[in-house]
T-cell receptor, first 112, second 115 residues
């Protein structure tokens, strides 16, 4: 079946540091890949997505590239802000009316 | 426009009680999903509706869990005889249609605590 593995947190960074959160996946076919973000007290929000190999999703300074050869979709940001503190979930969707499969989430804390 | 709303936001139930959790999807969204998110975990799929039809209920953990969407809009997730292991955040999500099921909009969730 489908699965998503992402690095466990928490990740604590100073403001303006570089962020990488690793994500790898196992899926049949050619899934679409996502990063969702959950800010404290709020619901999940779609952060970015990539629907085919070599696509790069980007939003709010975050980027992730769909790497089929390494089955990875690592999240990066060049300079994090305190407001980026949240839990980040890597996820995949493999088509039809299949559900989205989520990783366990990585908590990011950015300190001033 | 309005997003996905869920009620109640918090629910405390004594073990053995029945609970009902409500989801109001985005107006016009055909597809509706329920997920269970245990503390420190990612959301786990429970069930999926397309309009009023429940097309996948493979994630429901036991026959104590039941979901319905009788008119193809509002959905209710019911848990009978709640157990402590049912404590979790229950998330509802909707998408425009099956073709865009990858683009799901999530509600804020209902945090259920069973004591």
């Amino acid at each position: 079946g489908n699965s998503v593995t992402q690095m466990e947190g928490p990740v604590t960074l100073s403001e303006e540091a570089f962020l990488t959160i690793n994500c790898t996946y196992t899926a049949t076919g050619y899934p679409s890949l996502f990063w969702y973000v959950q800010y404290p007290g709020e619901g999940l929000q779609l952060l970015l997505k990539a629907t085919k190999a070599d696509d790069k999703g980007s939003n709010k300074g975050f980027e992730a590239t769909y790497r089929k050869e390494t089955t990875s979709f690592h999240l990066e940001k060049g300079s994090v802000q305190v407001s980026d503190s949240a839990v980040y979930f890597c996820a995949l969707y493999s088509g039809g009316y299949q559900k989205v499969t989520f990783g366990i989430g990585t908590k990011l804390q950015v300190i001033p | 426009g309005a997003g996905v709303s869920q009620s109640p936001r918090y629910k405390v139930a004594k073990r053995g009680q029945d609970v009902a959790l409500r989801c109001d999807p985005i107006s016009g969204h055909v597809s509706l999903f329920w997920y269970q998110q245990a503390l420190g975990q990612g959301p786990e799929f429970l069930t999926y509706f397309q309009n009023e039809a429940q097309l996948d209920k493979s994630g429901l953990p036991s026959d104590r869990f039941f979901a319905e969407r009788p008119e193809g809009s509002v959905s209710t997730l019911k848990i009978q005889r709640t157990q402590q292991e049912d404590s979790a955040v229950y998330l509802c999500a909707s998408s425009l249609d099956e073709a865009r099921a990858y683009e799901q909009y999530f509600g804020p969730g209902t945090r259920l605590t069973v004591t």
